[in-house]
């Protein structure tokens, strides 16, 4: 039995602007990872805001401020786009 409060799975805030960024040139898609209720961005963060933590291989780690917490996410980029990718992040947030 998986530990309580990680699943995949994620509110309809994180859910439009993972659309956003599935919509980002150079993104092939977004994995959504393990959520972590309870744990927040921030102070200043709202539902659906979105932190880039690191590139990784293949793509960029992140995490979004959902309703009851924190959702992982891995950004499929294409090879040469990262810069671009998290440019285009920040501008929708």
Known sequence: MPARGRH???SKECK???QKIEAIDGVVGVIIGHSYGGKSLGQNSRTGSVKI???ESGGLKAV???AKGL???FI?????HEA???EAIKKII
């Open 8 to 10: 995949q799975s994620t």
């Open 16 to 18: 439009r602007i993972i």
């Open 53 to 55: 933590q690191r590139r």
């Open 64 to 66: 979004t401020q959902s």
């Open 71 to 73: 959702q992982e996410l």
């Open 76 to 80: 499929r980029v294409e090879t040469g």
């Open 84 to 86: 671009q990718a998290v």
